[in-house]
């Protein structure tokens, strides 16, 4: 029974695109200076201001002593760390240690344990940029349909590796015969010998034609010479 083997080039397609994705992820990481740079919004609490499914660019290397009322910031919340969350900074509610309280744009009010107290420890990233509705992707993206892409475009690549096999192989009889061989030696060697003697006939012919040109005009030079010792 035949194994399925992935072809090689498959396999080297598929690292090649997990290596550059890591290397971007990586360079994003570095440029925005926080371990994702990126954040969907999932509650209307910023509501005109950000939608939901809005992506933000969270800019981390923004300084934390930096932030003013008025900013936008990504932090987890402070009572447990186990949620992300974008307000508006309200307020400054300590200078040292710096303390901030935020507030959802749509709230009506800062609800303790999550807008406050914010501190260092708690801060994400400054909002830098704002996607409108690029969030919807992620929904688009989520399982099985992720899968079912991923399938694809492992299916594309093992195809386009099976084509290309194909390809090479009509390839091979179509090339030229190989001189090494001792059959297209010969055939080599009897298409030289028919040039040779082709050569060889059309120089006999030339050879031929000269004489008769030659001949014909020792002829006429004969003639020539008759002709006048007649009317001498």
């Known amino acids: 029974m035949a194994k ?5 080039g498959v396999i080297k397609d598929i690292v090649i695109v997990g290596v550059g994705v890591l290397v971007i992820w990586l360079g994003l990481q570095a440029a925005f200076g926080t371990q994702n740079p990126f954040y969907v919004v999932a509650s209307g609490s910023m509501i005109p201001v950000l939608e939901v499914y ?3 660019v969270v800019q981390g ?3 934390f002593e930096d932030i003013e009322i008025g900013d936008i910031i990504v932090f987890n919340r402070p009572s447990d760390h186990n949620r992300v969350i974008v307000h508006r900074v309200v307020s400054i509610i300590e200078d040292s240690p710096k303390t901030i309280r935020t507030q959802g744009d749509a709230n009506p009010g800062s609800i303790p344990g999550t807008d406050f107290p914010i501190t260092e420890e ?3 990233g400054k909002v830098a940029h704002i996607l409108p509705q690029v969030g919807y992707i992620t929904q688009l993206l989520k399982p099985p349909v992720n899968y079912v892409i991923i399938a694809i475009v492992i299916g594309i690549m093992i ?3 099976f084509t ?3 390809d090479k192989k009509g390839l091979e ?3 030229p015969p190989d001189s090494e061989n001792p059959e297209t030696v010969e055939e080599l060697e009897d298409m030289d010998k028919i040039a040779k003697d082709s050569e060889y006939s059309k120089h006999v012919e030339e050879s031929k034609d000269v004489k008769d040109e030659e001949s014909k005009d020792s002829e006429e030079s004969t003639e020539d010479k008759k002709t006048d010792e007649k009317n001498d």
């Open 4 to 8: 399925n083997v992935i072809p090689k």
């Open 54 to 56: 809005d992506v933000l």
């Open 61 to 63: 290397h923004e300084p």
């Open 122 to 124: 708690e801060y994400i």
């Open 159 to 161: 195809v386009k590796q």
């Open 164 to 166: 290309k096999k194909k």
């Open 173 to 175: 009889f179509t090339n």
